[in-house]
């Protein structure tokens, strides 16, 4: 079945230099890469992608490490990874989200830790589910940002919109 996933290089993944390392890690999956940016995360965009997690006791300090506070690196790498079980392929190779319990061939396996605060410094975000990769892409990703129509679109008319351009 074909899917897209949302896939985030966090900020401790970035500080290390992990990028060309975890790409070439999600290479073996043969998926498609269908969106990619460098996004400087907001607290509002933070607090929204993990809205799920906001009665747990370590919020404040998860959203903290995904604005890159902690790394003193304020952006993430987003892709959308588009292709056959691109969620199953994709999070096999991410390994489990607490990287102590993590294959040690797992991109999380190799590269997070766990901080003396309790936050899992697992260096990537994969979708858990086709309905939480709609939902993070269409927050991290702008339609025209995609090159494939992943989700139903409309082309909507806007005034007065105060867009920055090359001088």
Known sequence: MMQSVLILIKPDGLKKSLTGNILT???ETKLEIVAAKIVRVSRELAVEHYKHLKDKPFFDELIK???GELHDRRKVMALVYWGKDAITKCRQLA???NPEEADPTSIR???GRITTSGVYE????VSANEEDAEREIKLWFMPEEIIVDLYPIKEIMQEKRKLKCWD
């Open 95 to 97: 390994g489990a989200t």
């Open 122 to 125: 697992n260096a990537i975000h």
């Open 65 to 67: 490490y995904l604005q």
């Open 25 to 27: 890690r999600l290479s």
């Open 109 to 111: 396996g190799s590269y």
